[in-house]
C-alpha cells in the first residue's frame, strides 16, 4: 500500500474506530440497562412473594382464631374457677359473667391476628396500590357480625326475661355463633368466600416465586 492509500485510508480507519467504540459503548449501556432492570425485577418479584406468603399466614391465622371464637362447646376449664361448681361446671348465677369471661378470652385471641392482618394489609396497599384496598373489607364484615352475634347472645343471658328471639331469629344467630357444618352452618362459607378473596389476589404472587 502506498502512502497516498495510506493518508486517505487514515481518516476511515479513524472514524470506524470510533464508531465501532461508540456501538461498543452503547451496547454496554445497554447490557447494563438491561441487566440493571433484571435485577430490579427480580427484588420486586422477591418482595412481593414474601409479602404475599406474610399476608396469607396472617388471613390463615385469622381463620383458625374465627374456628377458636365459634367453638360450639365451651370447656370447663374456660369458665373462671371461682365461678365453678364442685363438678367443674358453671354455676347457673354466673351464667352470664361466665360465660362473657369465656368469649373475651375466646376473642382476645383473634384480636391479635387481625391487628396484624390490618398491618400488612396497609403494607400490601404500598406495594399493590388502592386496587388491593376492598380484599378486606368483607371478612372486617364477618368479623362484626360474629361480634354482634355474640352481643346478642350476651344480652339474651343478662336479661333472661326479655322475648326470646323467634325461631329463625335464633336458627340464624347460631350459625353465626357455631361453627358445626353443614346446612346449618351458613355462616362458614361467608369467611371461606371472604378468605378466598385473599388468595385470588396473593397466590399468583406465590406461584411466580415457587
Given at each position: 500500500?502506498?502512502?497516498?492509500?495510506?493518508?486517505?485510508?487514515?481518516?476511515?480507519?479513524?472514524?470506524?474506530k470510533?464508531?465501532?467504540?461508540?456501538?461498543?459503548?452503547?451496547?454496554?449501556?445497554?447490557?447494563?440497562?438491561?441487566?440493571?432492570?433484571?435485577?430490579?425485577?427480580?427484588?420486586?418479584?422477591?418482595?412481593?412473594?414474601?409479602?404475599?406468603?406474610?399476608?396469607?399466614?396472617a388471613?390463615?391465622?385469622?381463620?383458625?382464631?374465627?374456628?377458636?371464637?365459634?367453638?360450639?362447646?365451651?370447656?370447663?376449664?374456660?369458665?373462671?374457677?371461682?365461678m365453678?361448681?364442685?363438678?367443674?361446671?358453671?354455676?347457673?348465677?354466673?351464667?352470664?359473667?361466665?360465660?362473657?369471661r369465656?368469649?373475651?378470652?375466646?376473642?382476645?385471641?383473634?384480636?391479635?391476628?387481625?391487628?396484624?392482618?390490618?398491618?400488612l394489609?396497609?403494607?400490601?396497599?404500598?406495594?399493590?396500590?388502592?386496587?388491593?384496598?376492598?380484599?378486606?373489607?368483607?371478612?372486617?364484615?364477618?368479623?362484626?357480625?360474629?361480634?354482634?352475634?355474640?352481643?346478642?347472645?350476651?344480652?339474651?343471658?343478662?336479661?333472661?326475661?326479655?322475648?326470646?328471639?323467634?325461631a329463625?331469629?335464633?336458627?340464624?344467630?347460631?350459625?353465626?355463633?357455631?361453627?358445626?357444618?353443614?346446612?346449618?352452618?351458613?355462616?362458614?362459607?361467608?369467611?371461606?368466600?371472604?378468605?378466598?378473596?385473599?388468595?385470588?389476589?396473593?397466590?399468583?404472587?406465590?406461584?411466580?416465586?415457587g
Amino acid at each position: 500500500m502506498d502512502q497516498t492509500t495510506i493518508a486517505i485510508a487514515g481518516p476511515w480507519v479513524t472514524a470506524a474506530k470510533d464508531v465501532l467504540l461508540g456501538v461498543a459503548a452503547a451496547a454496554t449501556a445497554l447490557f447494563a440497562y438491561l441487566g440493571l432492570s433484571a435485577w430490579r425485577n427480580e427484588l420486586k418479584g422477591k418482595s412481593e412473594y414474601e409479602l404475599a406468603k406474610r399476608v396469607l399466614k396472617a388471613v390463615y391465622r385469622v381463620r383458625e382464631a374465627f374456628k377458636t371464637v365459634r367453638l360450639p362447646a365451651i370447656y370447663q376449664y374456660e369458665y373462671p374457677e371461682e365461678m365453678r361448681d364442685f363438678h367443674g361446671h358453671l354455676k347457673p348465677e354466673h351464667d352470664y359473667e361466665g360465660t362473657l369471661r369465656v368469649y373475651e378470652k375466646r376473642l382476645e385471641k383473634m384480636d391479635q391476628p387481625f391487628k396484624e392482618l390490618e398491618e400488612l394489609h396497609l403494607e400490601a396497599q404500598v406495594e399493590w396500590g388502592p386496587e388491593y384496598q376492598d380484599v378486606i373489607v368483607n371478612l372486617r364484615r364477618c368479623r362484626s357480625e360474629l361480634l354482634l352475634a355474640i352481643q346478642q347472645m350476651l344480652r339474651g343471658k343478662k336479661n333472661p326475661r326479655e322475648e326470646p328471639p323467634k325461631a329463625a331469629e335464633l336458627a340464624e344467630e347460631r350459625s353465626v355463633l357455631y361453627h358445626v357444618g353443614g346446612d346449618q352452618d351458613k355462616f362458614t362459607p361467608q369467611i371461606d368466600a371472604a378468605i378466598g378473596e385473599f388468595e385470588k389476589w396473593l397466590r399468583p404472587h406465590v406461584r411466580t416465586k415457587g
